[in-house]
T-cell receptor, first 110, second 114 residues
Framework: EDQVTQSPEALRLQEGESSSLNCSYT??????LFWYRQDPGKGPEFLFT?????EEKEKERLKATLTKKESFLHITAPKPEDSATYLC???????????WGAGTKLIIKP | DTAVSQTPKYLVTQMGNDKSIKCEQN?????MYWYKQDSKKFLKIMFS???????INETVPNRFSPKSPDKAHLNLHINSLELGDSAVYFC?????????????FGSGTRLTVV
């Protein structure tokens, strides 16, 4: 069965303390892996799409990487405004539907 | 502003009632979706719809029905509401494959059934 697992469930960091969030997946025929950010009371906001192992994408303090089994979202020198829930999703096979992870709640303390 | 907008943002209703949530997108996307986000934050697809095809998640009760008057709108109608229907419902849209630019989500409707 296709599955997406995110870890940790929650992560508390001090401002400026770099770390990584993990998204591991077991799917057949990966078409794309997505990272989204969700703020309280809002819908998910698209960050990145990664298509194949070895690919990397960056946006401000965020960098997403992809291997054949997992993706990492690296956050460098985070600021309090980076606090949010980060969601990972994959699209696989001939089905265009996304399979979502449960998210990692990131809290950055000033 | 280009966006996906859904109304209402909050909906409190009694068991057994029928309610609708409206969704509109002005992004020119061909495909629209309804998602349910439960208390554990999992997003579950309920429906995807474009001009040609409605795909229904088989786990969705038939009390839920999407209604699309045109390409830019996909409303969600719910009959005979139950306590377990309480959740946040998100509308989203995408280009045909939805890969390059991902999905654009609305801000959600928090449904509380009492």
């Amino acid at each position: 069965e296709d599955q997406v697992t995110q870890s940790p469930e929650a992560l508390r960091l001090q401002e400026g303390e770099s770390s990584s969030l993990n998204c591991s997946y077991t799917v057949s025929g990966l078409r794309g892996l997505f990272w989204y950010r969700q703020d309280p009371g809002k819908g998910p906001e698209f960050l990145f799409t990664l298509y194949s192992a070895g690919e990397e994408k960056e946006k401000e303090r965020l960098k997403a990487t992809l291997t054949k089994k997992e993706s990492f979202l690296h956050i460098t020198a985070p600021k309090p405004e980076d606090s949010a829930t980060y969601l990972c999703a994959v699209q696989a096979g001939s089905n265009y539907q996304l399979i979502w992870g449960a998210g990692t709640k990131l809290i950055i303390k000033p | 502003d280009t966006a996906v907008s859904q109304t209402p943002k909050y909906l409190v209703t009694q068991m057994g009632n029928d309610k609708s949530i409206k969704c509109e997108q002005n992004l020119g996307h061909d495909t629209m979706y309804w998602y349910k986000q439960d208390s554990k934050k999992f997003l579950k697809i309920m429906f995807s719809y474009n001009n040609k095809e409605l795909i229904i998640n088989e786990t969705v009760p038939n009390r839920f029905s999407p209604k699309s008057p045109d390409k830019a709108h996909l409303n969600l109608h719910i009959n005979s509401l139950e306590l377990g229907d309480s959740a946040v419902y998100f509308c989203a849209s995408s280009s045909p494959a939805g890969l390059t630019n991902g999905y654009t989500f609305g801000s959600g409707t928090r449904l509380t059934v009492v």
